[in-house]
């Protein structure tokens, strides 16, 4: 199976489908163009596999987070409207799709790495992978579901402490707190994400999809949370702090908030 897409590409093998970002130069960063694609992708893949696995190109990435160049100079209202409207579609496909999505984590996976992780229904890490939401650094905050969808697996506890201090955790760590469901040895990864994908696309569709929307309704007031964290994250695209994080990051050097 081929497609035309510029950041994406997907396979099929059998029942299983598997949709790879293809920015490794990048760490396979998001930005809006990637999003539609990816949405794009996994909806059709969807329609005809049985199981959907989300994964990177190259041994370093999962998804190293959002496209900070993308997001310099942009306003709150482009963050709400277009970046975040694409992360809503890309939401809608992976937790709408009828079939299991598995996140298999082949490198880091920070900031949308994670919340794009968390929006899938299992989570399969190698040994030598790292999660975090290091957006407080950049003087932003997590809005795609990262505040909202952490503390509903975590607690509040933790997604307290890992939001605000932005630091990165292994995978073993992930496993240890709920983030991840499997850790697998890195030269033992393909063959374990292979295995679990087939033994998914052997499983009953429908009695999985339905099990998959009842499981994702306990979340109560999942919906508007996301919404508050979206108005939120586009409000501090009009503050000095995040001008000053983007381009320290840029820079690559220590930021000055509040200066």
């Keep these: 199976m081929s497609s035309s897409y510029d950041t994406v590409a997907v396979e099929e093998e059998g029942d299983i489908g598997t949709v790879r970002l293809t920015r490794p ?6 930005n809006t163009n990637v999003l539609i694609e990816l949405a794009d992708a996994i909806e059709t893949v969807s ?5 959907v696995v989300l994964t990177g190109a190259g041994d370093d990435a999962f998804i190293g987070g959002g496209d900070i160049k993308e997001f310099q100079d942009q306003s709150g209202v482009w963050f709400r409207g277009e970046f975040r409207e694409a992360m809503t579609d890309l939401e809608s496909a992976i937790e709408g799709s009828h079939v299991p999505v598995v996140a298999a984590i082949n490198g880091v996976a920070l900031g949308g790495g994670t919340e794009i992780a968390l929006m899938c229904d299992l989570i399969v890490a190698t040994e030598s992978a790292t999660f975090g939401l290091p957006e407080i650094g950049l003087g932003l905050i997590p809005g795609a579901g990262g505040t909202q969808r952490l503390a509903h697996l975590v607690g509040y506890l933790k997604a307290k402490e890992l939001v605000l201090t932005g630091k990165h955790i292994s995978a073993a760590e992930a496993a240890d707190i709920g983030l991840a469901n499997e850790v ?15 033994d998914l696309a052997d499983g009953p569709p429908t009695a999985q999809w339905f099990a998959k929307k009842s499981i994702n309704e306990t979340r109560a007031q999942l919906e508007s949370g996301l919404e508050l964290e979206a108005a939120l994250a586009g409000l501090l695209f009009e503050t000095e702090d995040k001008e000053e994080g983007l381009e320290a990051f840029v820079k690559n050097r220590d930021p ?3 200066e």
């Design 47 to 51: 329609n005809e596999a049985g199981v």
């Design 256 to 258: 000055s908030f509040g």
């Design 25 to 30: 130069e990048a760490m396979n960063a998001v």
């Design 184 to 198: 697998v040895a890195d030269a033992e990864f393909d063959d374990r994400i292979e295995a679990l994908a087939s």
